[in-house]
């Protein structure tokens, strides 16, 4: 359905920031946009809706150039920029109403659609306040509003819950997820939980290039090859726990120190060493006072991923 | 272009500055200038023209036009609204043609009350109609070219201010520099004298429709808004 093929940005001659990117986006996916702040989101993001021109590259969307078909490609995206930058001064039904006369809605269909976005986006208690006085919360939902005015086949969520408090994030992604179950939507975020709880497909970016892509599960599962064990014991000493620690497959040097309750250690595996460990452990006759193995989660790979080396 | 789109856009414009206090501020500035300029030598002459009122036109308008275009563009980038626009399906001459025909809409609104001039003029003695239509005639035009330099000025910065000082500096260039011609070399004076909006609009308004004073304000108009085309190509 999206195409992007070897997009590439400069701003000027010394900043890149979409460099070489290339990416298939299927029709009904809800894709997230990770990276860090400055990794390229809200860059490829504004490309893909036509608000900046690629210095390389194309963007195809169900067949047509960006580039040759703007307003056509216009039509069928629904775009909620970051900040949901709306007029201040309009109320929000006056917003809808410009929103939906500049998409080519009129008369009954557009008063109906706007009836319908108020309930899916619970405003309708704001339609008649003007926009400058609404919270954040509620702007980001006028947004929304905004995003899904003519039922865009695409919408394009920029950091869509930035700046929220936790309450209205719940609520913003509860919406998302409900359109997501029948729209193709790509969410640019760098709050991880966020991809994780809404998104089919994560595509991590630093530096304007892909480092990562593939479900939640399955970039956890790409990385968690190697996970981290890690134990409080008693009546050892650290000789003696780096020297059993070494004895177990595939372990490099264990972290060890001294806390209040004992001795703690901690050590990256290759697989899943808790019952040879607790039995080595046994047969040693030490005292085991607590045993982790550390889940990798995807803060883990999107930090491993994305910082600066 | 889409005809429905720049008209949406041209209503948005309308409405948005007449919601805000300054725009009625900005009205209120032009009329009274305009009004004790026309009226105070009105009496005292006793002749029975406008001339007192256009001859006022290009400094008054090198200033108030300026104001109220100084946030067509600024604004919009500033609060980053242009965003929303430019991603909507609207092409960039949509939103030109909104905002240009917004802003002389507006002026048309400022410009309407001095209508009571005109009668007065009329119940008081003989109107010379031509000069009078020659007069609106050339502020259509004058106003035209400032409203696209004033725009031009607004879309090359995001701070209102700055678009504004901008906006009116170079209008108030166009208006004066006619007025420096006595300090320029001979060999420039005929450059200098074709570059003045004063020079090509008091044409107008003495009852003269020259192709060459239509030409020059068309052709500021023009190239103000391919400039103004040109730099929201991507205005971030």
Redesign the interface.
């Known amino acids: 359905m999206i195409n992007i093929d070897h997009l590439t940005k400069y701003y000027d001659s010394n900043t890149c920031a979409v460099d070489d990117l290339c990416l298939e986006i299927n029709k009904g996916e809800v894709l997230g946009l990770l990276g860090p702040n400055g990794a390229g989101k809200t860059t490829t993001l504004r490309i893909l809706t036509g608000f900046l021109e690629p210095t390389e590259g194309t963007v195809i969307i169900n067949g047509l150039d960006v580039q040759r078909d703007p307003l056509k490609i216009k039509k069928s995206i629904g775009y909620l920029p970051e900040s949901a930058p709306l007029y201040p001064e309009m109320f929000t039904y006056d917003y809808l109403s410009y929103i939906a006369d500049i998409r080519g809605l009129a008369g009954s269909k557009k008063n109906s659609r706007i009836d319908q976005l108020a309930d899916i986006c619970s405003i309708r208690e704001v339609m008649h306040k003007q926009i400058s006085i609404l919270s954040k919360g509620y702007k980001q939902r006028v947004g929304l509003a905004h995003a899904m005015m003519s039922d865009p086949e695409i919408l394009v969520l920029d950091e869509p819950t930035s700046g929220l408090d936790p309450n209205q994030i719940v609520e913003i992604r509860s919406i998302i997820k409900e359109i997501g179950k029948e729209k193709t939507i790509i969410l640019s975020t760098h709050i991880l939980s966020e991809a994780e709880a809404a998104c089919d497909r994560v595509v991590i970016i630093n530096k304007g290039k892909i480092v990562a892509d593939g479900s939640t599960d399955m970039l956890k599962k790409q990385a968690g090859s190697s996970r981290v064990l890690s134990a409080v014991l008693r009546k050892a000493t650290h000789d003696e726990i780096k020297e059993f620690v070494m004895s177990l497959p595939d372990t490099p040097n264990p972290e060890i120190q001294n806390i209040e309750d004992g001795i703690k250690v901690r050590f990256q595996t290759g697989e899943d060493l808790r019952a040879s460990f607790y039995e080595g452990i046994k047969k040693r006759d030490w005292v085991l006072l607590e045993m982790f193995q550390e889940a990798r989660s995807l803060e883990t790979i999107f930090h491993e991923l994305t910082r600066e080396k | 272009m889409?005809q429905?789109?720049y008209i949406?856009?041209f209503k948005?414009e309308i409405?948005?500055f007449f919601?805000?206090p300054s725009a009625y501020i900005v009205m209120a500035i032009f009329l009274l200038i305009t009004g004790w300029f026309f009226f105070s030598p009105f009496f005292l002459i006793a002749r029975a023209d406008m001339r007192s009122f256009f001859a006022l036109l290009p400094i008054v308008f090198s200033f108030t036009i300026p104001a109220i275009t100084m946030k067509q563009y600024a604004e919009e980038y500033k609060?980053?609204?242009f965003?929303?626009l430019?991603?909507?399906?609207?092409?960039r001459v949509d939103i030109l043609m909104g905002k240009f025909l917004a802003v002389m809409g507006i002026i048309g609104v400022m410009l309407l009350p001095t209508i009571i001039y005109l009668l007065s003029i009329a119940f008081l003695g003989d109107l010379d109609i031509g000069a009078v239509a020659g007069g609106y005639i050339g502020t259509l035009f004058l106003a035209s070219a400032f409203t696209a330099v004033g725009l031009l000025c607004s879309a090359v910065s995001e701070n209102q201010i700055v678009a504004f000082i901008l906006g009116a500096a170079v209008c108030f260039f166009l208006v004066i520099i006619d007025r420096m011609l006595l300090f320029l070399p001979g060999y420039l004076v005929g450059l200098f004298q074709y570059l003045s909006a004063s020079f090509h609009f008091h044409n107008f308004t003495k009852g003269i429709l020259d192709t060459r004073d239509v030409f020059y304000f068309l052709t500021i108009s023009g190239l103000s808004l391919y400039g103004i085309w040109m730099i929201t190509?991507?205005r971030?």
Do not use: M
């Open positions: 889409n429905q789109s949406h856009i948005r409405r948005s919601f805000s609060s980053g609204s965003e929303i430019r991603t909507l399906p609207v092409s190509r991507e971030v």
